[in-house]
Every structure is written in structure tokens, then in C-alpha cells.
């Protein structure tokens, strides 16, 4: 157990809903990256927050995505109007300011399938 | 941008014998850390173990240990001793050492490296 919890872990979703995933950190990290990882391949970066501030989107990161992370605790992933090119998973990751320079912290990840 | 290789897809070893896992990577900057992480299947992803690039010590944690060439930007990992629990996906990652910035602490994966122990 790293300490990051993620719900839920699996969700299928029909083409053109909307879905929503969080992350909760059961310590208190003040860094939080959300990372997307399809089949096969390394996650890749999509946001980052310090504290309560997003600091740094990827292009990868439309305008159908939305992340939030109200009070600088647990964080939302929104993804909007679903395509199948949306199917991955989706990864959450801490660290903290002391640690900041080490290891990040992930989550067992959201299983995203759009059908 | 930096970028990050690992151009093993699979890797397969005998249980107690060493494998090595190879990562190359592009980078402009002169500071940073690299890291192999661990990813078992529907497992979450932990790291097994990092490197500074100001060092030139190569990492070592217990079985796992590290060839940092620095000049030729590669970064490989050599288990000994291999175990049946080592089996998983192993990735290699990159972060920058920025004084602030919004980079700062972001990780760049590599594609990963799907290692198999027989026993």
C-alpha cells in the first residue's frame, strides 16, 4: 500500500458520458500528478497540482478534461463527452515538498473502458 | 523535451540467475534523477530505485543496482538473484532537478520492459 487510494477502480462507460475519477492521498502530499497509461506503454503526464493549484497541464489534456483539487487534499479527473480513444489508465501519483527530489507515490490507477 | 527509451519489450530470466534491463534517455540538462519503477500486474507501480545524475556512484538496493553512464545517457538495472516476485513491468524514469519551474518533479516513463522469471 503506497498510501494513494483511487475510485473506482474499474468503470465502463458508453461513448459520450461523462465520468469522473478521484484520487485521495491518505497523508498529506502537497504535490499530486495525474498520469495516463495505455495498454503497454508508459504513463504519461497530464497534470499537475501544488497544493490546491493546477501548475501544469499536458497537451495531451483537452478541453473535454477537467481536474480539480479543492483544499489541496483528495484531486478529481473529469473527462467529458467519453471517446474510445479515452480507454487507459488512469494513474494518480503524490509526493511530497520534503521528498520532492525522490520517489512519487502512485495509486493502483482507474481502469477507464469506453464502449 | 526530454525523452525516455527502453528498447527491450521482454526480458526473461531463470529464477537466481541476473538480468539486466536497458534504458537510454535524452536530456539538455545537467541535473536530474532517473529511476526504475516496478509495476506487477493490476498492481500499483513502486519504485525500486533511483539515481542521481550528480553522482557518479551507481545506485545499489540490495538486489537491484544500477549502470549510470552519464555521457552516454543510459541507465541500466541488473537484478541478481532473481525471484519469482520480481515478474512485473519495469519502467525507467526521468525528472528534471529544476530550481522551481512547473516541471519540477514530473516524470517522463519509458515505453517499459515486461520481465518474466522462470522457475
Known amino acids: 500500500d503506497t498510501g494513494v487510494s483511487q475510485d473506482p477502480r474499474h468503470k465502463i462507460t458508453k461513448r459520450g458520458q461523462n465520468v469522473t475519477f478521484r484520487c485521495d492521498p491518505i497523508?498529506?502530499?502537497?504535490?499530486l500528478y495525474w498520469y495516463r497509461q495505455t495498454l503497454g506503454q508508459g504513463p504519461e503526464f497530464l497534470t499537475y497540482f501544488q497544493n490546491e493549484a493546477q501548475l501544469e497541464k499536458s497537451r495531451l489534456l483537452s478541453d473535454r478534461f477537467s481536474a480539480e483539487r479543492p483544499k489541496g487534499s483528495f484531486s478529481t479527473l473529469e473527462i467529458q463527452r467519453t471517446e474510445q480513444g479515452d480507454s487507459a489508465m488512469y494513474l494518480c501519483?503524490?509526493?511530497?515538498?520534503?521528498?520532492?527530489?525522490?520517489?512519487?507515490?502512485f495509486g493502483q490507477g482507474t481502469r477507464l473502458t469506453v464502449v | 523535451a526530454q525523452t525516455v527509451t527502453q528498447s527491450q519489450p521482454e526480458m526473461s530470466v531463470q529464477e537466481a540467475e541476473t538480468v539486466t534491463l536497458s534504458c537510454t534517455y535524452d536530456?539538455?540538462?545537467?541535473?536530474?534523477?532517473l529511476f526504475w519503477y516496478k509495476q506487477p500486474p493490476s498492481r500499483q507501480m513502486i519504485l525500486v530505485i533511483r539515481?542521481?545524475?550528480?553522482?557518479?556512484q551507481n545506485a545499489t538496493e540490495n538486489r537491484f543496482s544500477v549502470n549510470f553512464q552519464k555521457a552516454a545517457k543510459s541507465f541500466s538495472l541488473k537484478i541478481s538473484d532473481s525471484q519469482l516476485g520480481d515478474a512485473a513491468m519495469y519502467f525507467c524514469?526521468?525528472?528534471?532537478?529544476?530550481?522551481?519551474?512547473?516541471?519540477?518533479?514530473?516524470?517522463?516513463f519509458g515505453q517499459g520492459t515486461i520481465l518474466t522469471v522462470h522457475p
Open positions: 501519483a503524490v509526493s511530497s515538498r520534503a521528498r520532492e527530489n525522490t520517489e512519487a507515490f
Open positions: 497523508s498529506e502530499h502537497n504535490r
Open positions: 539515481q542521481e545524475a550528480y553522482k557518479q
Open positions: 524514469a526521468y525528472r528534471n532537478l529544476g530550481a522551481g519551474g512547473t516541471s519540477y518533479g514530473k516524470l517522463t
Open positions: 536530456t539538455s540538462e545537467s541535473d536530474y534523477y
